[in-house]
């Protein structure tokens, strides 16, 4: 018997051929170890009673387990405690149907607590076992919850900006006529300390809804020099009133005014102190401190003035692992915060050109540095409070607002200043109406012009077009939308002047002052 035509029976012969089988499954069982090994997603087998049978090594990679530990255990274990009922009904829908395997996303617990979010395949055998996969999806999840945040946020915020707009005419409406009755009061020797309530209310409410638009828009803010002094005592005072928590100011040598939107840093400061005030639960003191530093310049400058702002608490601290997360949105340790208080406060001073830095520990307080730039203008600290030489004699104004009760509110005002004015309500009539003044004997000397139109053309539009007609056009744009870019750069869009509705009558003339001054 040659050797290619051997005796299948012969004994040798099998057991040879058993080896070789037993080597080619062995190769094969090793090749697909290896493929499943390299798979990124966790492939699993479990039998009949949910045991499990066999995992990959990405189960380890993915969840932090051992593979070998895990082998033999309820698969359900792994699964979070809230999520168990989601895997029974999904193994239930796999064996209803044996072709089309069932899909979900279930949360899995990592070796270290947290959890996983995976997307679940799992198809049933006919032998009564399962198989599947778990492919992490958790970055998907946490972005999609982010920008479902994002897209509540800004809704919101595009709710709270219409809102504070119209309250922000409607202050301009009462405020301006407060003022207006104030004047005829002071000019008959008659008392008004009623009114005088009534404008330091509308002055609150004025600050509420400069806090709604910048929460809402996030624009640029409108800066001028300012005591930081001042801004702090009146945010301090009005976010602890009514708290237990007592504070302490000290101003160290002469403080020069900085740049800033006094409404933001205000929002600033309050949610500062009013984080300091809980973490203390309402017992204690807060230290604040005001003095000179510098800030860094660009590369290869020298260092800038800058006025710094300590709030120092003596609260709980701050663990060293949240430390780094307190000015992520959202982050919070509080049942019902939204994290957004320090997150708005951190682009506010960036906003500003400035800085803000938290150092803490657990058990010895926290301390807030906030600096910001020194104000150009300010040299000993000292605001001058030199007036503005008034124009003189009457002023011929053009107003346009869209507002019919703002329009007249301010038709007021300028009439109680010493002008005479014509109101228009957008900027079609009031390019019509300012080029038809040009050729006549008292064409205008000032226009105030609204930002925002409802259906017509607004501020930016008609400055341009005035322009066109008059290169020389003095121009103050007013809005209630605070921060709009318009407002925080002015010059750039050709005003001589802003006004942030709402605003009082000494704000009205100064504006005028301005405009005419140059």
């Known amino acids: 018997m040659t050797d290619d035509r051997r005796d299948r029976r012969d004994p040798d012969f099998v057991a040879e051929v058993q080896t070789r089988l037993i080597e080619q499954l062995h190769a094969s069982e090793q090749r697909m170890r290896q493929l499943l090994a390299d798979i990124p997603d966790v492939v699993f087998r479990l039998g009949q009673d949910g045991t499990t049978l066999d995992l990959n090594a990405a189960w380890s990679r993915l969840l932090g387990w051992e593979v070998k530990r895990s082998e033999g255990t309820q698969f359900i274990d792994h699964v979070h405690k809230e999520d168990r009922q989601k895997w029974t009904d999904l193994a239930l829908e796999a064996a209803g149907e044996r072709l089309v395997p069932a899909h979900g996303v279930i949360r899995f617990l990592h070796a270290d607590g947290t959890d996983i979010w995976m997307k679940v395949t799992l198809r049933h055998l006919d032998s009564g076992e399962m198989v599947g996969t778990l492919h992490d999806v958790t970055i998907q999840r946490e972005l999609e919850s982010e920008m479902l945040k994002t897209q509540r946020l800004e809704s919101l915020g595009r709710l709270a900006g219409g809102l504070a707009h119209d309250i922000n005419n409607l202050l301009m409406v009462i405020l301006g006529n407060v003022d207006l009755a104030r004047d005829h009061l002071r000019a008959q020797g008659l008392e008004r300390a009623e009114l ?29 020099a300012g005591s930081l002094e001042e801004l702090v005592t009146e945010a301090v005072e009005m976010t602890l009133r009514g708290a237990s928590a007592e504070w302490e100011l000290q101003v160290i040598g002469r403080v020069p005014e900085v740049e800033m939107d006094a409404n933001q840093i205000h929002q600033v400061i309050s949610n500062v102190v009013l984080n300091a005030e809980q973490s203390m639960s309402g017992r204690g003191t807060i230290e604040i401190a ?229």
């Not at 809402?216 to 409108?222: H, I, M, Q, R, T």
């Not at 030199?386 to 104004?397: D, I, K």
């Open 196 to 224: 005088d309530l009534a404008a330091r209310a509308c002055d609150h409410a004025r600050k509420v809804t400069h806090q709604m638009l910048t929460f809402s828009k996030g624009g640029a803010p409108v800066t001028s």
């Open 290 to 518: 005001l003095e000179e530093t510098e800030l860094p310049s660009e590369p290869g400058g020298p260092p800038l003035r800058a006025v710094e702002l300590r709030v120092m608490d003596e609260g709980t601290g701050i663990p060293p692992e949240n430390l780094a997360e307190i000015f992520d949105p959202y982050f919070t340790t509080k049942p019902e915060g939204n994290g957004l208080g320090l997150t708005t406060a951190f682009w506010i001073v960036q906003r500003h050109s400035g800085s803000i830095d938290v150092e803490s520990a657990p058990g010895r307080g926290t301390t807030v540095r906030i600096t910001l730039p020194v104000a150009v203008t300010s040299d000993s600290g000292v605001k001058s409070t030199e007036p503005l030489p008034l124009p003189t004699g009457g002023l011929h104004v053009l107003l346009m607002d869209d507002n019919d009760l703002v329009r007249a509110s301010l038709t007021a005002m300028l009439t109680a200043c010493g002008h005479v004015v014509v109101g228009v309500n957008d900027g079609d009539h009031c390019v019509e109406t300012y080029g038809q003044s040009m050729g006549s004997d008292s064409p205008f000397d000032l226009v105030l012009l609204d930002l925002v139109v409802s259906g017509g053309h607004g501020g930016l539009w008609t400055i341009r077009e005035l322009q066109e007609i008059d290169p020389g056009v003095r121009a103050i744009v007013a809005s209630g939308y605070g921060n709009n870019e318009a407002i925080a750069n002015h010059r750039e869009h050709g005003f001589r002047a802003r006004l942030q509705k709402p605003f009082r009558m000494d704000d009205l003339r100064a504006a005028i002052q301005e405009a005419v001054a140059d």
